[in-house]
């Protein structure tokens, strides 16, 4: 058996409503998303509710495998307050081990502690940048400014942030010479600095990548006609990529299910249909 939930089987609020958001509230998450003078921003995605269910799957597996072992059964109590607490990282490990000198908190289009890292503003959009670390000597010869990496001032991480408000002038008027978001990225990605342009939703549907993968797939909705939907996210290397993901219409596998599973036969399923038992639609 897999329960899952907003807050889980025991606790002070497992008795409580809640959604994908307020697990995230719970979590702290919430708290590290927007501008540091701003109020908080919820991502419009629906993160909990997705990886929540993803580790209740693996659970169920990592049970079955135990059952097939041993004979003995579980209960897997997954939240999603649980799983989004996980996502964190580094922020509660820096928390706890400053012993609360350092209060992680959302730091708007960067992040809080590597350099250069966060959302840039190009010619016709935004590209997020990774050039901390090891990358930052590759970044500089990018950008033709090997004097950067060179400089004793800008050799790590906490010299960095404290000139990041510099460092992003440089960085932006450097993405101004180029006439658009596209062309930065290739430039970058051309000396392996990680880094990706900002796509919109509808930027999806056309990008190669996502096509080729099957990220974005078209399917025919027998209502709706042809429509794009996200791809399965697992590839199996013994399955077709495109594994079917038409959702079926109301009643479709009625007759399937009875006689096949059930063993009914047609006018067991003719009198259901006509008492109003089953129903299809396009009955």
């Not at 939930?5 to 998450?29: K, M």
């Not at 909990?48 to 049970?63: E, F, Q, R």
């Not at 400053?98 to 960067?110: D, I, L, M, N, W």
């Not at 502690?113 to 970044?139: E, K, N, Q, T």
Request: glycine share 8%.
């Amino acid at each position: 058996l897999c329960s899952i939930s907003t807050f889980g089987q025991s606790g002070p609020l497992s008795q409580t409503p809640g959604y994908d958001f307020i697990a995230q509230a719970y979590s702290g998450i919430t708290s590290m998303i927007g501008e540091p003078d701003e109020p908080p921003c919820l991502p419009g995605t629906a993160i909990g509710d997705a990886s929540t269910g993803v580790h209740g799957a693996l659970g169920v597996l990592a049970a079955i495998h135990h059952r097939n072992r041993t004979g003995e059964g579980d209960h897997l109590d997954v939240a999603l307050v649980d799983v989004y607490y996980s996502y964190h990282e580094s922020n509660v490990h820096v928390y706890s081990g400053s012993e609360g000198k350092v209060s992680p908190t959302r730091q708007g289009s960067h992040f809080t502690y590597l350099c250069p890292c966060g959302v840039f503003r190009g010619s016709g959009g935004f590209i997020v940048i990774m050039a901390f670390l090891h990358h930052w000597p590759d970044f500089c010869r990018a950008i033709n400014r090997e004097d950067l990496s060179k400089d004793p001032s800008l050799a790590d991480e906490p010299s960095r942030l404290a000139r990041r408000e510099e460092l992003t002038e440089i960085i932006e008027a450097w993405l101004a010479t180029f006439p658009d978001i596209q062309s930065a990225v290739d430039h970058l990605a051309s000396f392996d600095v990680p880094c990706a342009p900002i796509l919109s939703v509808a930027d999806t549907f056309d990008n190669p990548h996502l096509r080729e993968r099957g990220t974005v797939r078209t399917i025919v909705d027998p209502i709706h006609g042809p429509v794009d939907i996200p791809g399965h996210p697992i590839k199996w290397s013994r399955l077709p990529n495109n594994i079917p993901l038409d959702a079926p219409t109301l009643g479709q596998h009625n007759e399937a299910v009875l006689t096949e599973m059930l063993g009914c036969s047609d006018k067991e399923i003719h009198d259901l249909a006509n008492d109003g038992v089953l129903f299809s639609r396009n009955s």
